[in-house]
């Protein structure tokens, strides 16, 4: 099994009312969507993301899983969450990648996440 057969897509979103501009944070939300087109059941194992700001200042975050859990995806499921990220510039970067276990095989593989942008909507800033 490849990465081509898990498609992952990402729909960000502003959160006005969890932002302060004159502090200089905000916050954007995103769903991730994981949807598993191969013909064996797959377990999202851990994460990793790159945070890049609009200043140029970058993070990494890894972890096991993600919100709290290891979900099991089967052939043709999707599994479907929403995460955050605060910013301390209007505008940012993400990008990354999972790895995901093949229950058949036992055996891991990565899954990159395409860079997708975080901003503030021009009437907002």
């Known amino acids: ?14 959160r006005v009312a969890e932002s ?19 013909p064996h059941s797959v377990q999202l ?6 945070i890049t700001q609009g200043n ?3 993070q990494e975050v890894r972890g096991k899983g993600v919100v709290g859990q290891q979900p099991l995806i089967g052939p ?14 209007p505008v ?9 276990l093949n229950t058949y095989t036992q055996r891991a593989f990565d899954v990159p996440i395409a860079p997708f942008r975080l901003a503030v909507p021009r009437q907002l800033h």
Not at 45 to 50: N, P, S, V
Request: glycine fraction near 6%; charge should be neutral; avoid cysteine.
């Open 1 to 14: 099994m490849s990465a081509l057969a898990i498609e992952v897509s990402i729909a960000p979103e502003y």
């Open 92 to 100: 940012g970067v993400m990008e990354g990648a999972y790895t995901l």
């Open 76 to 89: 043709g499921q999707r599994f479907r969450y929403t995460s955050r990220a605060i910013l301390q510039t």
């Open 20 to 38: 302060n501009d004159n502090e200089s944070r905000f916050v954007f939300s995103y769903t991730v969507t994981v949807h598993n087109q191969s």
């Open 45 to 50: 194992m851990a994460r990793y993301w790159k």
């Open 56 to 58: 140029g200042d970058s």
